[in-house]
Nanobody, 129 residues
């Protein structure tokens, strides 16, 4: 079973930053779009951001636009989510998911399981003073 591996979560104060990583451990992320989803306690999972292969197209949820930046390093086989100006409402488990579905076209964060083929185990992000 192919599974991307997330890292970089942690506990930070409001206004601080974190960078999440998503590594294609044991498989290449070439031709996969990479997306980040999050799920807070008692809430449904929501799409945060995605980036196509090789990185031409990106998409963000309105709640994170201007604060989060998604990127990928195809040489290092890793995707990133830079999160700045973090807020308590950003607290959630963040999941990396990958799919070949869009080909080289735009990615989407409005579709989850069934569209994204492989999911990571998640990394906890907690924003609290």
């Amino acid at each position: 079973q192919l599974q991307p591996v997330e890292s970089g979560g942690g506990l930070v104060q409001p206004g601080e930053s974190l960078r999440l990583s998503c590594e294609g451990s044991g498989f290449t992320l070439d031709y996969y779009a990479i997306a980040w989803f999050r799920q807070a306690p008692g809430k449904e999972r929501e799409g945060v951001s995605c980036i196509s292969y090789p990185g031409t197209h990106t998409k963000y949820a309105n709640s994170v636009k201007g604060r989060f930046t998604i990127s990928r390093d195809n040489i290092r086989n890793t995707g990133y989510l830079q999160m700045n100006s973090l807020k308590p409402e950003d607290t959630a488990v963040y999941y990396c998911a990958v799919t070949r579905n869009p080909g080289s076209g735009p990615c989407t964060i409005s579709r989850g399981e069934g569209y994204y083929d492989y999911w990571g185990q998640g990394t906890q992000v907690t924003v609290s003073s």
